[in-house]
């Protein structure tokens, strides 16, 4: 049918929005693999130094939930200028800073760039997609989301073993300048009126204190146990960590109550009473604990207990990555053809199997099969997880798809804030008392902290296809009494 085709601008809009949230993305992970670098340049040490990833994380965690009322309020072109100018600017004081504390205010920059242009591409493909292509072009958004973070790691060995690490950000500037802000001029169209929607400066300020005090939480909660299990002093970092963990929760509760009595909510929560939608995000929430956090473990496990390189480490990741990169539309076209079930539990079926073997022979992985082993996960994960947000926002009324964008992109940028947390405490308690990095001893205690990580994912994962279930089982029950 005529109708059911994709607009080719629409094809132009999604290119343009989506590369400029693959770089954010993409940036989000690519400084960790220059951590060592950039604590000899600035000369700060590892507790200080992954503020730079930890400050990004918070404020793209802060941003996305305005995406409802920014929807809502602005057009498109007008957000899609704003992510430009964001990301260009931050990208050019990370080339010219020189002191530790400019670099973090990039970073702040360049977090509200992809806040912003994240949350706008899945809007985009939710508004303008015809009804048959959802999926396929939710599996493309899919692939900005999971694949950028993955092959971070990669891209910052590759270019900072042969070049400076700012060279990293002079490439990027090009980039969207000359291929996204174009074809977003000419392909960004508004196909809703705007409304005269009022920012809700209490419920921001609140979801915001809710946000960061839950990712610095997890943040010194794994400081303190690291710390106390070392023979360290854990005390500062556990009070912290309580205080944080205290006031984040206060701060959420009171943004549900507060968007339930407001008249104009920041974000609207009202969907969210429909438990089949509910068990959608839960499972949306944990998947990218392990997804994300498969970049940190593999390249940590591969340098600290196998003895690879750096470079070789994040390439390791790089084939899982590249099958992420293909099937990300091809379950998106499976969920189209045969809905969501058989789609969806399928992949993820398929998906727990990767932790499973890396687990079994966790004690005499090699290279070769640690990348292997994460080649299957990164299959699974890629064909089932964006057919998650969208059958879950298909099944909420059209006027509330902003805000359910809004929620599920917040917890996934938690869900991977939590996963690299997680599972750095539990490499850090099994090295702990391990002796000296690159001897036998530690490589064992890597390997060991390793078997407790891939069960810890095995876990997460059964949850979430556990979730998955019983909504499923809901929308079968509601479907037999229509």
């Not at 790089?318 to 809905?339: C, E, K, Q, S, T």
């Not at 917040?410 to 997680?422: P, S």
């Amino acid at each position: 049918m005529p109708d059911e085709r994709i607009p080719g601008k629409l094809i132009g809009a999604i290119v343009a929005v989506g590369s400029l949230a693959f770089i954010g993305i993409l940036t989000e992970t690519v400084m960790t693999v220059l951590f060592p670098q950039l604590m000899r340049e600035f000369n700060v040490d590892t507790a200080t130094v992954q503020w730079i990833t930890t400050i990004y994380l918070l404020v793209v965690a802060a941003t996305m939930p305005l995406s409802s009322y920014f929807n809502r309020r602005f057009k498109h072109r007008t957000l899609f200028l704003a992510a430009v100018a964001l990301a260009v600017l931050g990208s050019l004081i990370m080339i010219v800073g020189h002191a530790f504390p400019v670099i973090l205010i990039a970073r702040v920059i360049q977090g509200m760039g992809s806040g912003v242009a994240t949350p706008l591409m899945i809007n985009i493909i939710l508004e303008q997609s015809p009804k048959s292509k959802v999926g396929r072009l939710m599996g493309v958004g899919s692939l900005v989301i999971t694949v950028a973070p993955a092959i971070g790691p990669t891209v910052g060995g590759a270019v900072s073993s042969i070049l400076p690490w700012r060279a990293i950000f002079v490439i990027v500037i090009p980039i969207i300048l000359l291929v996204s802000l174009p074809v977003g001029l000419k392909c960004v169209e508004q196909h809703r009126p705007t409304e005269e929607a009022r920012l809700n400066s209490l419920q921001f300020v609140s979801i915001v204190l809710a946000l960061c005090g839950l990712v610095m939480f997890l943040n010194q909660a794994g400081v303190a146990v690291s710390a106390a299990v070392s023979g360290g002093s854990a005390t500062v970092s556990a009070v912290f960590a309580v205080v944080s963990l205290i006031v984040g929760l206060g701060a959420l509760l009171f943004f549900g109550w507060s968007s339930k009595r407001s008249f104009s909510p920041l974000i609207r929560l009202g969907w969210l009473r429909d438990p089949m939608v509910l068990l959608h995000l839960i499972a949306y929430m944990l998947l990218p604990i392990v997804g994300i956090g498969f970049g940190y473990v593999i390249t940590n496990v591969a340098q600290l207990s196998l003895g690879t390189s750096a470079f070789l480490s994040g390439a390791l990741v790089l084939p899982g990555a590249l099958i992420g990169a293909f099937f990300a539309p091809v379950g998106g076209m499976l969920y189209d053809r045969f809905g969501p079930v058989r789609p969806i539990l399928g992949a993820f079926f398929a998906a727990i199997c990767g932790p499973i073997l890396l687990l079994v022979f966790s004690m005499r992985l090699t290279p070769v099969t640690l990348a292997g082993f994460y080649f299957i996960f990164g299959f699974g994960y890629s064909l089932g997880f964006s057919n998650i947000m969208t059958n879950a926002l298909r099944n909420i009324a059209p006027q509330f798809m902003p805000d359910g964008n809004a929620v599920f992109n917040t917890c996934l940028q938690f869900g991977g804030a939590a996963g690299t947390a997680l599972f750095s405490t539990i490499l850090s308690v099994a090295q702990a008392g391990a002796g000296e990095e690159g001897g036998a001893t530690f490589r064992h205690a890597t390997a060991v902290g390793g078997s407790w990580t891939f069960a810890t994912m095995i876990g997460i994962v059964a949850i979430a296809i556990c979730c998955l279930i019983a909504a499923f089982r809901i929308g079968a029950k509601r479907n037999s009494r229509l």
